[in-house]
Antibody, heavy 118, light 110 residues
Framework: QVQLVQSGTEVKRPGASVKVSCKASGYNFKNYGINWVRQAPGQGLEWVGW????????NYAQKFQGRFTMTADTSTRTAYLELRSLRSDDTAVYYC???????????WGQGTLVTVSA | QSVLTQPPSASGTPGQTVTISCSGSDSNIGSNTVNWYQQLPGAAPKLLMY???QRPSGVPDRFSGSKSGTSASLAISGLQSEDEAVYYCAAWDGSVTGRVFGGGTQLTVL
């Protein structure tokens, strides 16, 4: 079955970087892009951006341009979200999900908690 | 402040029909399809409705979606206790060239 499995919990200091992974299985990885969505504690969903698994093109929500980088590695069927210059308000669960740029996202990974704390 | 507006909470008793609204604008709901996601406690979101009114395989036909102008709705009929979750609407927004979500509606089954 189609499945996205994400890397484990991360705890980082402010100013540090972290790279979250999302390994896909059960479908042709190149045929679908990967979205990233974050959810701060007790809050709603916020779209981070989308990366093409075919050619690596990325589309970011404006507030995440510059500090966040999304990539996709077809050889390992894995998408990555790198967060730099971490701030306390980056503390959230980060989800990956399969889907085209402007349409539905399905399925979702289990989520990766990133905690930024001094 | 979410781009799409949802009521923060909704409730109903088992067997009832509940409707959750999602209000947007011309640049999102008004010109694109709407998706709905269900998030059970402690779990990742799950696709519940796509292309405004299409159910993925495995989603009961008790769930239905609709859209009129710049507003969309999710109706849940024959409410069951396992429907207790947070529901999010989402759509593509051409004015920001990105996906936007509603703030989520916590559904309580009384």
């Amino acid at each position: 079955q189609v499945q996205l499995v994400q890397s484990g919990t991360e705890v980082k200091r402010p100013g540090a970087s972290v790279k979250v992974s999302c390994k896909a299985s059960g479908y042709n990885f190149k045929n679908y892009g990967i979205n990233w969505v974050r959810q701060a504690p007790g809050q709603g969903l916020e779209w981070v951006g989308w990366v093409s698994s075919f050619n690596g093109d990325a589309n970011y929500a404006q507030k995440f341009q510059g500090r966040f980088t999304m990539t996709a590695d077809t050889s390992t069927r894995t998408a990555y979200l790198e967060l730099r210059s971490l701030r306390s308000d980056d503390t959230a669960v980060y989800y990956c999900s399969r889907g085209p740029l402007a349409f539905e996202m399905d399925p979702w990974g289990q989520g990766t908690l990133v905690t930024v704390s001094a | 402040q979410s781009v799409l507006t949802q009521p923060p909470s909704a409730s109903g008793t088992p067997g009832q029909t509940v409707t959750i609204s999602c209000s947007g604008s011309d640049s999102n709901i008004g010109s694109n399809t709407v998706n709905w996601y269900q998030q059970l406690p402690g779990a990742a979101p799950k696709l519940l409705m796509y292309a405004t009114n299409q159910r993925p395989s495995g989603v009961p036909d008790r769930f239905s979606g609709s859209k009129s102008g710049t507003s969309a709705s999710l109706a849940i009929s024959g409410l069951q206790s396992e429907d207790e979750a947070v529901y999010y609407c989402a759509a593509w927004d051409g004015s920001v060239t990105g996906r936007v979500f509603g703030g989520g509606t916590q559904l309580t089954v009384l």
